[in-house]
Structures are given as C-alpha cells and as structure tokens.
C-alpha cells in the first residue's frame, strides 16, 4: 500500500503571554492510501491540533508533514493552497458555510474555486446536485444555510469536502453535534466513500464511530500513545464486537 500522509517528530508549539504551550511532540505516524483513521484521546491531548498540521491549515513548529511525496512546509502559499483545494477535503467546524450562498453554492464552491476543476459551471452544478441527492439533501439546494437542521448541515459540509474528488477527507468530529440516527447516516455516508477509495482521518469521541474504522490512534498530551488495528467494516462484520474489543482496548489505553 502507499503512503499518503507522513509525519516525522511533528511538532507544533503555541506561544500565549510569553508561555510556551507544547501541544504536538514529536508525533510520528503514516497513513496508508485506503485506510479510515479515527484519532481519539482526552479533551485537550492535541487532537483537533494534529488534524489541522497535517492538513496545512496551520503552520508546524517543528518536524516534517509529507502529503503524497510533498513536503508540506516546502511549498509556497499558494502551492499549498491549491494542494488543499485539489487533494484534501474538509469537515471542520470551524469552516462556516458562507451565510449569502445557497446550501448547493456553498457546495460547489471549492470546486469553482480550483483551476484544475476544468468542468464548465453547469457540470459542477450537477455534481453537487448529484451528491445532495446521494447524502438525501437534495431538497435544501436552495435554502440558506440558516435554514436547515444541524445534520443536514453536517451532510452538506461531506458534500463540498468531496466536490473535487479529494484523495483524503479530513474531518474533526463529524459526529459530535449530531443524534444519533443522524451520526449513523453520517458514519454511512463516509465509510462509503473510504470504501470507494477516499482515504479518511477522523477525530471522533464515539466508539461507535471509531468501530468502523481501519484504525485508531490514541493521543495523550501530544503523543501517540497506542495505536489499535481493526479489519476493514462492511455491513456484515460484526460491529458489535468490533465495539467491544475497541472498548477495551481503550480501557487499557485510560480512556
Ligand atoms: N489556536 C490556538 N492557540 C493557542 N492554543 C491552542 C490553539 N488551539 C489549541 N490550543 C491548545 O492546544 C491544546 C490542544 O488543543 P486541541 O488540539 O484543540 O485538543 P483536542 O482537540 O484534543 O481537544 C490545548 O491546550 C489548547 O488550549
Ligand atoms: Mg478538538
């Protein structure tokens, strides 16, 4: 399998009156093209950090990201700008939709946005309507985005995280606003896509949402700690025992 994410001694430190907060210490790990990655540990270990150094949203203080043979601190601004925009998808919380869009603007957007989307505007609509209808959101196309409800939201912010056919998805906790038949739908909806090849990182606190994927990384105070293989779900593996030997696992890690 090839690697399509590296890290080597990653280090991200913030500074806030003078004192130095070192968040991220020396974290080593690769991801494999295919896998589905949860990342789990306490409030505050570092998690939601490590999603945004390793996706080029915030600049390292130390150590190497290296996103499929690129090494992410050697590239200019707008280099990594254009990596993001063409190779990454995003489901963070912090990324807002736009408030004057339409849910299926803010939609197309990243793929409006990119130069190596060469389809004409017309067929990115499409695919975002395409998408809408597979996440079962067509309906809310034209709404704004004040207008629908929390899941609806979360399933729009999948669909603009794949309109440009990304190699990884990056998300921090996708689930964690949701109830459950939402998460559940969620959690479908993206081990779909992983199954159809996208890589995916994920930040969960859910065990359920951990138990469907490849692998878990556990993180305390900035460091992996443990790390915990799964087989690859289908809908026949049995998620109940997927859950339980996960469970304990992380139970021994001090979950
Ligand atoms: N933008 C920031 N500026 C300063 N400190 C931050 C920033 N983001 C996170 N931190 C600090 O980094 C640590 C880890 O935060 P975070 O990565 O959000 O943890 P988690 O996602 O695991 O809950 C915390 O101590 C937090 O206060
Ligand atoms: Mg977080």
Not at 211 to 229: F, H, M, P, Q, S
């Amino acid at each position: 399998m090839n690697t399509i994410l590296e890290t080597k001694n990653l280090c991200k430190t913030y500074i806030i009156n003078k004192r130095q907060n070192n968040v991220l210490k020396n974290v080593n790990f690769s991801i494999a093209e295919g896998e589905m990655v949860a990342v789990m540990g306490p409030s505050g270990s570092g998690k939601s950090t490590l999603l945004y150094s390793v996706s080029g949203m915030d600049k390292i203080t130390a150590g190497e990201v290296i996103f499929r043979g690129n090494n992410l601190s050697g590239l200019s601004a707008k280099e990594l700008a254009d990596l993001r925009l063409d190779e990454m998808g995003f489901i963070f919380q912090q990324m807002y939709m736009l408030k004057n869009l339409s849910v299926l603007d803010n939609i197309i957007l990243p793929a409006c946005q990119s130069k190596k989307n060469t389809a004409s505007r017309k067929e990115k609509v499409q695919s975002g309507q395409d998408l809408m209808r597979k996440l079962d959101i067509i309906d809310i196309a034209d709404n704004d985005i004040n207008e629908v409800s929390g899941g609806q939201l979360q399933r729009a912010c999948i669909c603009r995280s794949m309109i440009n056919h990304p190699k990884i998805i990056f998300a921090d906790e996708p689930t964690g606003a949701l109830n459950r038949t939402s998460s559940e739908d969620v959690m479908e909806e993206l081990t779909k896509i992983n199954k159809d090849g996208t890589t995916i990182m994920l930040v969960t606190h859910d065990v359920k949402v951990a138990a469907k994927c490849t692998r878990v990384l556990y993180i305390v105070d900035g460091n992996i700690k443990g790390e915990y293989n799964l087989d690859k779900y289908n809908s026949s593996s049995e998620l109940r025992e997927r859950e339980r030997s996960l469970n304990n696992w992380l139970m021994e890690m001090g979950w």
